[in-house]
């Protein structure tokens, strides 16, 4: 039986989904998953402590704002693993999350295979672009679609792989306390571009349109000074209870992504969502967000206010359009480790 180490030693709080189907997945392959994961993802994912074979104290966690602090720890991290684990024992290491600078550093292994949430980063920083080929001299990155891939073979990185990143479980909260009689438009993000804010959302007859149709959009809250005060416009607090973002979630009749210019080489975990509970899409047009279309039987794409009125127009008299794809068929896979 094929042994793989899958290891996340860079702690990123919202990262706990994204692991468990990553796991999940590599469990399906029938090989023995043994885990290296930080104490925060031990308590909130469901495997016994026998699939562990070191858990990373709270005390190397990710700190916001501290670069440097977080770079030792990382390194600190890498060392104790190379300390408590055994990884020759491994056919495989999957790492769920690349560091360039600790990884480079301090690598736990070689051949190891390394997921890359953003390679758009690769034409930002120089240092980033030499560390990862450094990288990809003995081991091999994962990515999640073409667009992303072609970003590593600009930087003339050809060692990586392509899998799906997956969706997790649908949300099951359904407490109605709005009461709201009409059609209800989420933006799960606080990440919002402000492109669309001032050339759809601002739009007069964009709003009228939303008013005459009692149509409810809710955004989050952002840094952002561009706030549009309208009846039909509400906005939740940026950091809600993961609890009231699935209630909210399953609650609303379409999600609405409109990611700013710098959401650039990667995906949206919200668009995996929106896959697992059925959600119709809106989608602001984003270079990063075409692989979206391949997920719907109608186009979700739109990139002015007069598209915008069009596709509510269209998702509202036709009840057939929705979502397509399914959680099995953006299952990732993992045939290369074979």
């Known amino acids: 039986m094929k042994k793989i180490l899958y290891i996340d030693y860079d702690l990123q709080v919202g990262h706990v989904n994204f692991n468990r189907i990553q796991i999940d997945a590599l469990k399906a392959t029938g090989a023995d998953v043994r885990l290296v994961l930080h104490q925060y993802m031990y ?85 980033k672009r030499w560390l990862c080929k450094r990288i990809a001299q003995k081991n091999s990155f994962l990515v999640f679609n073409n667009h992303m891939g072609e970003m590593l073979r600009e930087a003339g990185i050809t060692s990586y792989h392509i899998t799906s990143h997956g969706c997790a479980e649908a949300f099951d909260d359904k407490t109605d306390a709005t009461n709201n009689p009409g059609l209800t438009i989420f933006h799960p993000s606080a990440k919002i571009s402000c492109k669309f804010i001032a050339d759809v959302l601002s739009d007069r007859n964009v709003l009228h349109f939303i008013e005459e149709n009692n149509i409810r959009i809710l955004l989050k809250e952002s840094d952002d000074d561009m706030k549009i005060i309208h009846n039909n416009i509400v906005y939740l607090p940026s950091m809600i209870d993961f609890s009231e973002y699935k209630n909210v979630f399953a609650l609303s009749d379409i999600i609405l ?10 995906v949206s975990g919200v668009s995996f969502e929106c896959v697992a509970n059925q959600k119709r899409t809106m989608i602001y047009s984003h270079p990063s967000l075409e692989y979206c279309r391949n997920f719907y039987n109608y186009d979700p794409i739109f990139s002015n206010a007069l598209e915008f009125v069009c596709l509510c127009k269209k998702l509202m008299e036709n009840s057939s359009l929705g979502c397509t794809a399914s959680v099995e068929s953006l299952a990732p896979t993992y045939d290369f480790l074979e």
């Not at 992504?257 to 990667?266: D, I, K, M, R, V």
Request: net charge positive.
């Open 43 to 127: 308590r909130h994912l469901p495997y016994p402590r026998e699939m562990y074979d070191y858990i990373i104290p709270t005390v190397l966690k990710y700190r916001n704002g501290h670069p440097i602090i977080n770079r030792l720890s990382f390194i600190i991290t890498l060392l104790l693993i190379k300390l408590m684990v055994n990884i020759r024992k491994y056919d495989s290491v999957i790492i769920g999350y690349c560091d360039e600078i600790s990884l480079w550093t301090l690598p736990p292994a070689r051949g190891m295979y390394v997921f890359m949430h953003r390679t758009a980063g690769l034409r930002e920083s120089r240092l």
């Open 257 to 266: 992504l409109s990611y700013p210019e710098s959401f650039s080489g990667q």
